[in-house]
């Protein structure tokens, strides 16, 4: 157990600690030559906007993410089934056609009403 | 996982590590070159043999470069951003073979970081927290194309990572495993017949069409490099960013192109097996490796091709390709596949019947992906609604007077 | 016993013990695409109805008559409805979700009748089904009927309401069929997991349901604050159900219930365990003090809804808290029964007192919802054999009489166009008497009056309570009563004793709501004064899978 | 010793995080510290042996919810200055009730598991004597299928809990079914709107109403019904703004 993450963690520090290293490196070697320009947001030259926090974004992307919770959980189910559905037999994939089946009817009923267009 | 010697998790650990950085580099280069030759111009050539030290050179550039950080970000998370995506980006190989069994000062092992149990959910797990270096380096920069560009990629690459799992849920179940190293063992011997790989491109032909749409979603690149288009976006999420911290979008952007044709490699072509052609053991140690190393850059060439020869996709029609085919044929494929295994337990099937079958198959899922992906009007629903709606719906202009107060306040 | 039992291999399935949700389950699933299906609706129906039919035939022949009859008609009838209704899909949404939960209702007595009582007099058989995820006993019965019966008065009721607050979508009878087999499949569920998730389904439903009128301030909110008390309620009982998991290692009620009493079990462990779960049950039911979003939800809900809320929810509520104490934690009866009494104590005098102090007929009745929780706890605490019936029975007589009382107030509500107070209902009595009767009956039988179906309820309710020796929590249910029982009176007062202030248009009967409020009121007439079939039902469902 | 020191580490980390996503004043990073949070719960699942368990965690909490969280965040226009704040009584109050919980539960825990009477305390002897199933590791359990606890919890899953794994497609489809009507401005299905159909064959019931006495919405008059607002979800649907 241990030995089979050791190596994990081992690549998570030298990555971390190359990807830290650059950044900390740059910031020492770089210049730093700031002017009001540089330091306002980047807006094709035009004066930027103010608030950019206000903004709200399409209720769309909230529909993209809620549908990605829902068949992210269909896909985590897939998994373990599919380690041992073999020892099911025909009921584990029908227990399964089943479970996919009622999502397909979400599924198709969430294309009709139009909540896969992106208009 | 027998016990190893301490340095044996340290050497394999960094081994790969600098593999992967070495190809990445190699990757940004031959991107230069090949593209340039496909647009009939020369590309770098004055550093080194072919310019193949432009790289470098360009990577230390980067450290002298001024670092600005503009006054409205949000300082740790403008920080935090591109460290999140090179770090999922190298975590993301950990469990990808990239040779053989090697010998070293007495210790055998695997050249891989580790096998873990849960191998391929790893990537998919990494993948999926790669999509915070994108998402926070859009909200952090606090300016407009960022912001834009940040919740655009990343609604793309969730989008494309349930394509994605379900192709590899297919890889899973015909394999009945979640290691790597047994999706890469099951791939190894002959396939439907002789002299023919087994690889799981073949027998699952319509998982690895989505799972290779689904890669050059999810690496962002061409042709569906959406959350940069330079013509509506600028930059996309990194437009604030300069310097190394855009040198670490940049590398992670190139190293997800190495990570996505090495998974691609690993789940779908047999990683580094192949033949070693009876060389002696003192050698063929290396052949995984020239294999692998072959596989996958293969598919890296594909990549720079697709950059080179595609237009840039419309992002309505990159979303409607993601949720409305590849994720119900994915699931309808996941489903045949478990079928398909279930009979070939059950009763001893001819190879005919299953080249058969597998046509049958295949035909019918490649069928549904291009009726699915072709232009809308073809599989458009009328929209009944919309004109009635608005008639019907008498105050519509009350609708849109409460927006306007909604969006004032 | 570590977790739970190991069950390999292809698991039983015992078709009969969810033969009734399956009805409505399809049929939720049919009208969904049904509504999205546009001019293709016959596509849809056609062929599911043939599969239907071909399912029912073949039931038929293996000697499965009813369950086979029940599939025929509705695989019949779905075609027959989209071709007789054409241009109005919302009628077929409704019909066909009427009919589903009338099969479903067929399936519950078929169910009885032929597997879990086959003899008819003798005691009630209970069936442990699906690896014990299914128990089917008197709860799940009783359960069933309760909900299969709201949900069948409450399509009718709400339909012409809907359409006329223009609120109507094809996705309210989908979702209602879903909160309806979430609540029935609650009343049978046997472990922690399948609780949960049959909570969820129905919680989830509703959170939909009461912010169903989207441009009505107070229907946003409801859903809203249905949603933040519900979720927090559901988050506490889940942290409650994982600590009884840790300290007993399984998740099947009965395995804790054996396991909860032995030396090793941390008994610490559970009583926390217990203490979250009542928590999270007690919010689920609005058992005072966890009672604050009822009169709010209740309120902003479209009034069908509320309907629906207020009657169903209980049964399904009390139906997990039954199986939950007197199945699981029968052993831990020294903790649970003095919370629960004080909870139910204080429930029946608060919610009485602050009803009586509304103006809106909405709040009231949601006040009175909450009263009436106070009053079923009282069964749940007697812990006994006749305590369970008797709460069985109550949210029977209370659903229906609180469905009647809906339905009287949908139909003020749509002469009024807004909320009803007392001066709406004045000299209602002249104005439309068969209305002011119909919620005049209900209001007796919510008060319990003799001859009604609410006063054989309080009646076995508060014997149950006295024979286990709980007269004080009797006495203040007695209490409760009186006082409640003014407000109800008052209401029926002011319909009668009162004239009629100003002009204002007849209350809009629709034939439906008039049906089912009609169908209603016999009932709880009919409860009242021949309760005897029913009662036999309750007491000889007093079985339990343990 | 290594299962100690990662348990100390994700431990603290846990709980650390845990104080941060109530501690800190912006939203986007109290939501990163929840992710962390997530995160370490996942290395303590790591810890227990339950591999599978702890990826999905990560997939799941860390990949997915949180990410819808983010994106919620974004769609309403959450302002960076826009702080959390609590009424100072009621921040006391959930303070004493965490407080209350924690001390309950260390209580219960505290006493049977370390005491060397129990059978998860440090005397061997008693766990070897009496019933001691429930002190093992997961690692004995998993033992056999060395798939970090996939193969067990999918015989487990499919075997045993079939009915509520059914059930939770139910409940997944209703939350497919929110999301899509949060998601839609409008209220009515278009059809049913079509006067024609009020005159269809068969009148709804109560259509016989709705000339006489109203022609719109019930519960509002015409000029409130344009000043009440939607849900801000719904609104906020700033159409045009991202082309």
Redesign the interface.
Known sequence: MFEEYLPVLILAVVATAFAAGSLVVSSLVGPRVPNPTKLSAYECGNEPLAEIRTTRFPIRFYLVAMLFLIFDIETVFLYPWAVVFRSFGWFGLAQMGVFVAILGVAFVYEFGRGGLEWD | MSEHALWVPFFRAIVVFVYFLLVTAVLIWAERRIVARMQARLGPNRIGPFGALQTLVDGVKMFFKEDVTPAMVDRPVFVLAPLIGVIAGFLSMAVIPIGGEVTLFGETFTLVVSDLNVGVLWILAMGSIHVYSVFLAGWSSNSPYPLMGGVRASAQMISYEIAQGLAVASVVIYTGSLRVGDIVAAQSGDGLFPGMPGWNAIVLFPAFLIFTIGMVAEAGRPPFDLAEAEGELVGGFHTEYSGMKFGMFMLAEFMNVVTMSAIMVTLFFGGPSGPTFGLPDAVAWVMPMFWFFVKMSAFIFFFILLRGALPRYRYDRLMSLGWKVLVPVGLVWALVTAAIVLLEEQTVLTTEVRIGLGVAAAVLVGALLFVGAAPEDADAIPDERDPQDDAAQAPGAADRAENAEEVGT | MFLAQSALGVPDIAWSSFAPELVPTTAALVLLLLGVAGRRRMAVAAPVGLAAVALGVWLITIELNLPGAVAVVLGVALPALVVAFPRTPSLVQAWGAGLALAGALVLTLWQYTAVLAPVGEGPMLVQNALQGSIANDGIALFTRLTVYVTALLVIPMGYGYLRQRRIYRSEFEPLLLLATVGMAALGTANDLITIFIALEVFTLSLYILAGWARRDRRSEEAGLKYFVTSAIASAVLLYGMALVYVATGTVDLPAIGLTIGLVTTPRSVAAIGLALITVGVAFKVSLAPFHLWTPDVYQGAPTNITAFMAAATKAAGFAVILRLYLVAFPTLEALWVPVLSVLAAITMLYGAYLAIVQRDLKRILAYSSITHAGYATIGVVANSADGLSATLWYLLTYAIGTAAAFGALIALERRRQGEVTFADLRGLGREAPDLAAVLALSMLSLAGIPATAGFVGKLMVFRAGIDAGLTWLVVIGVVSSVVAAFFYLRIAGVMFLEEPTGERGRPQVSTGLSVTVSVSAVLVIYLGIQPQLFLDLASNAAALVR | M??AV?FWVFAVLALGSALAVVAMR?I??AA?ML?LNLLAIAGLY?TL?A??I???Q???Y????M??F???V???????DDTLTTAPRLTAVAVAGAAL?AV??L???V???TSPA??CGADTEVAAS??A??C?GL?E?YGED???G?????????????????????????????????????????????????D???P???????G???S?????D?GT???????????????E??D
């Open positions: 290594a299962e990662s912006n986007v990073h990163l992710v790591l042996q591999t599978f702890s990826i999905v990560v997939l799941v860390a990949g997915a919810i990410v819808l983010l994106f919620v974004m769609l309403l226009g959450v302002d960076r919980l309950a539960l209580a219960a825990f006493g049977p598991y129990s059978v009496s019933d199933v429930r093992i690692d359990v060395g798939q970090g996939v193969v067990l919890l999918g015989e487990q899953l499919f075997g045993r809990y079939t009915f509520p794994f059914e059930l939770a497609a139910l409940l997944l489809t209703v939350a497919t079914i929110g999301a899509v009507i949060l998601a839609r401005r409008r209220d009515l299905d278009p059809e049913d709107l079509d006067p024609e159909d009020l269809g064959s068969e709804p019931p109560g259509a016989a109403g709705l006489s006495t109203s719109d919405a019930l519960d509002l015409p019904a344009a000043a009440d607002t939607e849900l801000v979800l719904d609104t906020a649907a700033d159409d703004r991202e």
